[in-house]
């Protein structure tokens, strides 16, 4: 009985220090960003070129969608704070 209890718990300060960590990260980082960017699927943002009539780059854009009933004042706030602000994007869209 004794080997029993002590393999278990080996295993579960094994799994805590090896696998654990990052499943809880996984889940809370995807948590804090369902909250902090509500309505917009940031998993989804799509970076396209910029052309000029001469077929020249010059410069680059962000698309991401949203869903209208979810998005808040705060989740648009956040996004531009943390996702476009500073990106080097020329201009971003936001797709409904």
Do not use: Q
């Not at 300060?13 to 980082?29: E, P, R």
């Amino acid at each position: 009985m004794k080997k029993i209890i002590s393999g278990l718990v080996f295993g579960l300060m094994l799994f805590s220090l090896v696998g654990y960590s990052s499943f809880a990260k996984g889940i809370v980082n995807g948590y804090n960003d369902n909250t902090k960017y509500a309505g917009i699927n940031i998993k989804e943002i799509k970076e396209e070129k910029i052309m000029n009539g001469s077929g020249d780059e010059i410069g680059k854009r962000g698309t991401a969608t949203y869903n209208p009933d979810k998005i808040t004042d705060e989740s648009l706030s956040n996004f531009y704070k943390d996702k476009i602000k500073d990106s080097g994007y020329s201009y971003y869209t936001l797709i409904n």
